[in-house]
């Protein structure tokens, strides 16, 4: 199979697993650079055209609440999880702890 | 830093203006702390303005990972709005055909080169605007939700096509439509056509057969109504194959019965005194010829129908 194939492939496992990664990473308030370096230390590399449209449709559905700030000089777009957002963040956690012992057998028998 | 602010111009203008300056504003906040990052690293500020503003891509690829539009028609509509187009357009093109041959016919001019250029042009130049509305109406329903979900919400199982390779052919349905509008048009001339018009007409129905104007009037509504109901289905269903052959049927036993009792057609007693005998007689004679022809087709027809219904079982 093409390279170019399997990068899609990775591009679809990665899509719903960084929603579930930047919702843990929202616990404490995070700007959009400042978000892509937390989830870039923990080893999920993201690029600023798939993560910043992403963190807004999140605040669209209100998993995420923002604000603006002033922070050394520059305003920065503030987002954090929201009431809402940590409902749903605990719900996909075990949605994914679930998936991953599941999948993590599967593996294993192959 | 001119050149973010341009490019931050150059989003915007992609945007809807009630979302653009927010967005601009948040992506220039973005790019500054991607240029300020790259610049601690060493880069000189217009490199790294260069370096963030071409990974970010054309402005347009931006705005539309900002903000995507919704698509005219959602991909699960898609099906469904392919199979309203071209049964839509089918429906045109024997609109088309029907139109030319009553303007043919109400001038007094059968022209076969016109019969089949002006129903294309006619076709053709309806063509944009059902493919305008059919877009529009799908954009605007579907705003509220699949269109597809909700048409199909009643769905169970035993809806499933009694034998799925059974088809209806559009072609065929096409052709009864046209058939049966131009029948039905021919039947009652003397309602739409001019009376000069008419009065130039050579053929009549003949005072006795009166009646079969209106039994071919019965039979080819009904028929059209038929057709019309399969261009909104894909499959055959047993009630609807049904309905053909009882269709077939009665078409075929008219057909038989007219020949029985012909001349069905006559010709204009002001022609007459101009045409030789022989043609009179010919015209008397070969009608029951034709109409037998007519119903043997249509006999045949009917016993292959009969001979696959079995199958839809």
Redesign the interface.
């Given at each position: 199979m093409s390279e170019t194939r399997i990068n899609k492939l990775r591009l679809e496992l990665r899509r719903g697993v960084l929603i579930l990664s930047v919702l843990a990473s929202s616990k404490e308030p995070q700007y959009g650079y400042s978000l892509r370096k937390h989830l870039s230390n923990a080893g999920i590399e993201i690029d600023e055209g798939t993560l910043y449209p992403l963190i807004r449709r999140l605040a669209e559905q209100e998993l995420l609440s923002s604000e603006w700030k002033n922070t050394d000089g520059r305003e920065r777009r503030y987002y954090v999880l929201s009431d809402k957002g940590r409902v749903v963040l605990e719900q996909l956690t075990e949605d994914w702890q679930h998936l991953n012992k599941s999948i993590s057998a599967l593996l294993e028998k192959s | 830093m001119e050149l973010v602010d341009r490019y931050i111009l150059a989003v915007k203008q992609s945007l809807p203006a009630d979302k653009g300056d927010e967005?601009g504003?948040?992506?220039k906040?973005?790019i500054?702390?991607?240029v300020d990052?790259l610049n601690a690293e060493n880069a000189s500020i217009d490199e790294a303005v260069n370096q963030?503003l071409n990974?970010?891509?054309h402005p347009d690829?931006?705005a539309n990972?900002?903000y995507s539009r919704p698509a005219l028609v959602s991909g699960i509509d898609m099906p469904l709005y392919k199979k309203v187009l071209v049964h839509s357009a089918a429906f045109l093109f024997a609109y088309a055909v029907v139109r030319t041959l009553f303007s043919m016919i109400q001038h007094d001019s059968i022209n076969p080169i016109r019969l089949l250029l002006q129903p294309l042009g006619l076709f053709i130049e309806n063509l944009s605007l059902l493919f305008l509305i059919v877009t529009l109406s799908f954009y605007y329903i579907g705003k509220n939700g699949s269109i597809s979900a909700w048409l199909y919400r009643n769905w169970s199982l035993n809806k499933l096509p009694a034998n799925p390779s059974f088809k209806i052919s559009n072609s065929d349905t096409i052709t009864d439509i046209i058939t049966n509008s131009f029948l039905l048009l021919i039947l009652w001339t003397h309602l739409w056509m001019s009376e000069d018009v008419y009065q130039q007409q050579i053929f009549a129905i003949a005072p006795a057969a009166e009646h079969w104007r209106y039994i071919l009037t019965v039979l080819s509504l009904q028929s059209l109504i038929q057709a019309l109901y399969r261009l909104t289905q894909i499959h055959w269903q047993r009630g609807s194959y049904i309905a053909y052959m009882i269709d077939h049927a009665l078409f075929a036993v008219a057909a038989v019965w007219m020949a029985l009792t012909a001349p069905i057609v006559v010709m204009k007693d002001t022609i007459n005194e101009n045409l030789p005998a022989f043609v009179l007689t010919f015209i008397d004679t070969s009608q029951s010829y034709f109409l037998l022809s007519v119903a043997l087709i249509l006999f045949v027809l009917l016993y292959f129908q009969i001979k696959k219904f079995p199958d839809l079982k």
């Open positions: - | 967005i504003r948040e992506l906040a973005n500054l702390d991607e990052a963030v990974k970010y891509g690829t931006t990972r900002f």
